[in-house]
């Protein structure tokens, strides 16, 4: 009786193992998938901040060059146009650094999705191997299956 009750109980513990790397697989899963939409929002925020900013830049452009028309400066002056390019320029750079900034975000979150997804992997994997180990421990103390017999 003891030696079906320990193969009893092995069989439990493999039952246990494998729903253990199912949880543990499907947990992971969910997870990779919050981070891969995530990364979908972080995308669709980029280009959001693109559009925006570069609206923006652009009327302050026009206002820039609303204002030199209407003081009746030069258009080809070169006071004006530096002022023009300086304003231009730091308002490209500041774009494209918030804009690589959230897109850095998103490549990030798509980098964790996939190292869950493989975790996922793994956690089953585990499961498996740890259940048909306590398979064998089970099955060891039955007779003919172990080194005393």
């Known amino acids: 009786m003891g030696q079906a009750a320990s193969a009893g109980a092995g069989i439990f513990e493999a039952a246990g193992s ?19 939409q995530a990364a979908q929002y972080g995308d669709l925020k980029a280009v959001q901040t693109n559009a925006a900013l570069t609206r923006n830049l652009n009327q302050t452009l026009g206002n820039i060059d609303a204002v030199r028309a209407a003081a009746r400066t ?21 774009k494209n650094i918030q804009v690589d900034s959230i897109m ?3 490549e990030q979150d798509r980098a964790n999705a996939a190292y869950l997804r493989s975790a996922s992997s793994t956690a ?9 180990g306590d398979l064998l421990k089970g099955f060891s103390g039955m007779p003919g299956l172990s080194s005393g017999s």
Do not use: M, W
């Not at 949880?23 to 919050?34: F, L, P, R």
């Open 18 to 36: 494998i729903v253990q790397g199912i949880g543990t697989s499907n947990a992971d899963k969910y997870q990779a998938a919050e981070q891969e």
């Open 104 to 106: 850095a975000q998103a």
């Open 74 to 94: 030069d258009p080809t002056s070169p006071t004006g146009a530096a002022v023009r390019n300086t304003v231009e320029a730091t308002g490209t750079e500041n």
């Open 124 to 132: 089953l994997l585990s499961g498996t191997i740890g259940a048909f």
